[in-house]
């Protein structure tokens, strides 16, 4: 059976890789669409490293089944915020939704972590916060983000539903594995376990940044209308200290 050493290493250079593959594609991208690329980057990256960190046995805690590392759920913690940043911008959603979003993301998440380490009622307390975690990252999926999407145009409505679609597949069968996981119910040992949470990662980050970086036209709308957005607020702003200025 192979170390989980050696895995988490090589797992590392393979998405060491495809960020690299990513960035070079991302500089390729019309300017006002590269900060929705470097947000791909930034997801893949931040992967990489937690995966290396994990190869190097940082941050290990003890858990029901054995010692875990939760660089692995720091890492999560990065590139879920980039997935949902750029999920915001592709529906032109408003902040608080997409916070929200990420919201629910990192209770799932840390309360999955919690639930390793805990046992008894308060293990029972982080279960129900992980589906409460999952009902709200739905609900805002499926609720005001995709009503908002239908506000833009096509080609960012069928980004935003791929990207939907993608986010809830991966993120409910990561949060499977971890239940099914020696930690919790114990039907999967450490090493399969940690397959299917590698696989479901590199299924993840090379759906995202493939469905992201080949959407020429969502991305290129979504940078024009965040630049004309900026450039509105900076003239309101200008016009706002003239105005005063003239008062005075």
């Not at 390729?28 to 669409?33: F, I, T």
């Not at 972590?113 to 293990?123: Q, R, T």
């Not at 971890?178 to 980050?205: E, H, P, R």
Request: proline share 0%; aromatic share 8%.
């Amino acid at each position: 059976m192979i170390e989980h050493t050696t895995t988490f290493v090589l797992t590392s250079t393979i998405l060491a890789v495809m960020t690299a593959v990513f960035l070079l594609w991302t500089r390729r991208l019309e300017d006002g669409s590269r900060r929705l690329g470097y947000a791909v980057v930034a997801a893949c990256g931040a992967m990489s490293v937690a995966y290396l960190l994990m190869a190097a046995g940082v941050l290990s805690v003890s858990t029901t089944g054995r010692d875990e590392s939760i660089a692995r759920f720091l890492g999560y913690s990065v590139a879920w915020g980039a997935v949902c940043y750029v999920i915001g911008m592709i529906a032109d959603a408003e902040r608080r939704y997409t916070l929200l979003l990420l919201g629910g993301i990192l209770l799932s998440l840390w309360a999955t972590v919690g639930s390793w380490i805990l046992g008894g009622a308060a293990g029972t307390v982080l279960t129900l916060a992980i589906v409460a975690g999952v009902s709200v990252m739905g609900g805002v999926l499926y609720g005001p983000l995709a009503r908002e999407a239908q506000t833009v145009s096509s080609e960012r409505t069928l980004l935003y539903g791929r990207l939907k679609n993608l986010t809830m597949l991966v993120f409910v069968g990561l949060l499977t594995t971890g239940m099914l996981s020696a930690q919790n119910l114990g039907f999967t040992d450490a090493f399969i376990g940690q397959a299917l949470a590698t696989y479901l990662d590199f299924v993840w980050l090379a759906g995202f940044g493939g469905l992201v970086l080949r959407s020429r036209a969502a991305l290129s709308d979504a940078g024009n209308e965040r630049d004309a957005t900026e450039a509105t607020g900076s003239n309101a702003e200008r016009v706002a200290v003239g105005t005063a200025q003239s008062a005075d």
